[in-house]
């Protein structure tokens, strides 16, 4: 069981087989494959099963969007790519798979939390008294009374919200990654004033230890570091070595074509910027955990779902013209959980991980979205997803992307070696899939048939699978 492929551009072939992760090799004339993929005229001596690129060229279209994005981006092209390919695979072998899916699970969900704002008493008048107000109109009037009282130091603050995530979640049996703004009342470099945040992160180092304690994650909402590695790294060095898995996103998702490759220098492990702020969707292409072009370390876990994309009324965005209000989705509930779903269902069809970030201050009056983000996180439940932090899933992925898998079809059997580390029991296990066998699977572990596919728990460097 082999796969040939010839094509010029290397990057583009090994991350396209990391998301696709089944056995292959470069190709070399003489060998047998059960099928090559190239361009026709740069394998003249082949005379098998050719996928040929000429008229569609999977590689290209895949590594162009991973790394330069589309916007307003509804449907994950790249993973609907992947899948084409597969299917033209399956035309030619049986497809021996390790999908982007944990054992037991169709798809998995990352949440997290910008944390842009912690108390109501850092806040200027006039952002405290517009919340208030926001509150009085909306008819929680009491909460309008604690936000103005609290900016005046009287009573308790109801935007000092940690606790009161962490009892949310706890209910919920789940937990999410924080990223706090390492500096207080910067915007940064050529950025419109209104992103400095007016909160002292080395105040909360008790919070952060205290989350990362009780198994929730913390990382940096990056300022600066997105345009230069040295600025990147004192951003984080600022947090000291209590971080498990350093990560990033960066405040208002300011993103350049240099942004990753500064990050991987500055020592971060994985980025969660690129997304919306201004809509919902795939500005990757795809659902899956991928390293972006020219990077040694770094892993991008794509943002999805972001609650002001989709509720919110506007977003600042940078132009020729300087900083300029976008208009964001400005949906409704019904309209914004319809348009949630459909991203969902392409989780469900495809596996991987969909990101949800949710602001911090977002639990409670004046913009109180506390109870759509419950049913977020319990649609994915329902569905048996696993739900869990930013990290872990970009953990569970380095697993997958560090193992190669190679077989050896025979009469009446698959015989599947694994080569690198697998998950440790702290992680979900990873899930070997046998695409179209034509007749009945027979192995000595768990297994789970479906329509077209056989899962199977991998837990042993070499599995067999017997055609009974």
């Not at 006039?126 to 909306?138: D, E, H, L, P």
């Amino acid at each position: 069981m082999s796969i040939g492929v010839r094509y010029p551009d290397h990057y583009a072939v090994e991350e396209t087989f990391q998301l696709l992760k089944v056995p292959w090799e470069w190709y070399f004339d003489g060998r047998e494959y059960d099928v090559v993929i190239a361009r026709k005229e740069e394998v003249p001596c082949w005379t098998g099963p050719l996928i040929d690129l000429t008229t569609n060229d999977y590689f290209s279209r895949i590594a162009d969007i991973l790394n330069t994005g589309q916007p307003n981006l509804h449907e994950p092209v790249c993973d609907i790519l992947i899948d084409t390919l597969r299917q033209e695979l399956k035309k030619y072998m049986i497809l021996v798979e390790i999908p982007p899916v944990p054992w037991g699970h169709p798809y998995m969900v990352a949440l997290t939390h910008d944390v842009d704002v912690t108390s109501v008493k850092e806040c200027r008048l006039i952002t405290a008294g517009y919340a208030a107000f926001r509150c009085v109109r909306a008819g929680a009037v009491y909460g309008g009374i604690r936000v103005g009282f609290a900016w005046l130091g009287i009573g308790t603050d109801p935007w000092v919200l940690f606790n009161h995530w962490k009892t949310y979640e706890k209910k919920l049996g789940v937990r999410s990654t924080f990223f706090f703004v390492p500096r207080r009342d910067d915007p940064g470099v050529q950025a419109h004033p209104y992103r400095a945040v007016r909160y002292d992160f080395k105040e909360k180092t008790a919070i952060l230890h205290d989350l990362e304690k009780h198994g929730w994650e913390t990382g940096v909402h990056g300022i600066d570091n997105w345009t230069d590695p040295v600025r990147g790294k004192e951003e984080l060095e600022a947090f000291g070595s209590g971080m498990k898995n350093p990560g990033n996103r960066t405040h208002w998702l300011l993103f350049d074509k240099d942004s990753w490759k500064n990050l991987d220098k500055a020592g971060y492990r994985y980025d969660t910027t690129f997304g919306y702020n201004d809509d919902a969707g795939f500005r990757a292409g795809t659902t899956q955990v991928y390293q972006p072009r020219g990077v040694l370390h770094l892993l991008e876990l794509p943002l999805h779902i972001q609650d002001l994309g989709l509720l919110g009324k506007f977003c600042w965005a940078p132009s020729n013209k300087g900083w300029v209000k976008t208009p964001c989705l400005q949906l409704d509930e019904i309209e914004a959980h319809e348009y949630c779903s459909r991203i969902f269902d392409f989780a469900r069809t495809y596996g991987g991980a969909i990101t949800i970030l949710w602001h911090y201050e977002n639990l409670i009056p004046p913009r109180d979205l506390s109870g759509f983000y419950a049913d977020l996180v319990k649609l994915a439940q329902a569905d048996g997803a696993w739900v869990t932090t930013a990290g872990a899933i970009v953990t569970w992925y380095r697993q997958r992307r560090g193992i190669t898998v190679t077989c050896e079809h025979n009469k009446d059997r698959i015989t599947v070696v694994i080569e690198g580390d697998l998950p440790d029991s702290s992680l979900q296990p990873l899930t070997l899939r046998i695409h179209n066998p034509d007749r009945q699977i027979t192995v000595n572990t768990e297994s789970n048939p479906k329509e077209g596919y056989t899962d199977i728990r991998l837990n042993a460097r070499i599995t067999t699978v017997f055609f009974s």
